[in-house]
């Protein structure tokens, strides 16, 4: 794979995985009797998405620059991650003051599904030499 290519297959592979991730999910609340949409999993899977798409495009960016701390643009951008989830989805579990398994799911069921995909794409960027 061409290292130009990376922010193609990059965009690819965590719009059409969290697509199908996404719907998996409001599915499976279905069959269980729950609300497909609720639980702000729309906007836990478009946090997710942006958030990821913001970490690889700041570490491909820089990948010639600031070779040797792309580790931590990687940790910072985690670390952003769940500062976004604590001002803009903990509040809205937390309103009954108890964070169920459904929502903690809803949020932490795209998150890992990007990081992996951001680990793998980190992990080839530091093995590519241009």
């Known amino acids: 794979m061409n290292?130009?290519?990376f922010p193609i297959f990059f965009?690819?592979?965590i719009v059409l995985?969290?697509?199908?991730?996404?719907?998996?999910?409001?599915?499976v609340l279905e069959h269980q009797g729950l609300e497909p949409f609720g639980h702000q999993l729309v906007k836990s899977y478009l946090l997710n998405l942006v958030m990821a798409s913001m970490v690889f495009f700041s570490i491909y960016s820089f990948r010639n620059k600031y070779r040797d701390l792309l580790g931590f643009f990687f940790l910072g951008g985690s670390l952003l991650k769940f500062v976004l989830f604590f001002i803009f989805l903990y509040?809205?579990?937390h309103q009954?003051?108890?964070l169920d398994r459904i929502?903690?799911?809803?949020?932490?069921?795209?998150?890992l599904f990007s990081l992996i995909i951001e680990t793998y794409f980190l992990v080839k960027?530091?093995?590519?030499?241009?």
């Not at 929502?103 to 998150?111: G, R, S, T, W």
């Not at 960027?125 to 241009?130: A, G």
């Open 11 to 13: 965009v690819v592979l």
């Open 91 to 93: 509040p809205g579990y």
């Open 96 to 98: 009954d003051g108890v």
């Open 103 to 111: 929502e903690f799911l809803a949020f932490f069921v795209p998150y």
């Open 17 to 27: 995985g969290l697509a199908l991730l996404f719907f998996g999910h409001a599915w």
């Open 125 to 130: 960027l530091l093995n590519t030499v241009e």
């Open 3 to 5: 290292i130009r290519s």
